[in-house]
């Protein structure tokens, strides 16, 4: 069964940093792409960075030289590092695979990344 675990959201003042990881089970998940997602309130979720198989990153404009993925395969991990954090990254955060999305694969309970002073 597929499962993604989500932990290090908190509240976090305006230029502060953050560090997001994300657990994976039930996959072969060094063979897969991996995102970090994020939904603020009354919006639609939205995928601001990707990590490929090999490595490769993918950076939406708004998180763009503050964010950086990373990835650990031997533990099944994928990471966010959020740096000059701003009130408009509020959002709830999720990881998942892109390929599995389209098969239908659940989402994780996510975690909750609040910017304000």
């Known amino acids: 069964q597929v499962q993604f675990v989500e932990s290090g959201g908190g509240l976090v003042q305006p230029g502060g940093s953050l560090k997001l990881s994300c657990a994976a089970s039930g996959f072969s998940f060094s063979t897969y792409a991996m995102s970090w997602y994020r939904q603020a309130p009354g919006a639609e979720r939205e995928e601001v960075v990707f990590?490929?198989?090999?490595?490769?990153?993918s950076y939406a404009d708004s998180v763009t030289g503050r964010f950086t993925i990373s990835r650990d395969n031997s533990k099944n991990m994928v990471f966010l590092q959020m740096n000059s954090l701003k009130p408009e990254d509020t959002a709830v955060y999720y990881c998942n695979a892109p390929a599995l999305l389209l098969r239908g694969t659940r989402w994780g309970q996510g975690t909750q990344v609040t910017v304000s002073s």
């Open positions: 990590i490929g198989s090999n490595g490769r990153t």
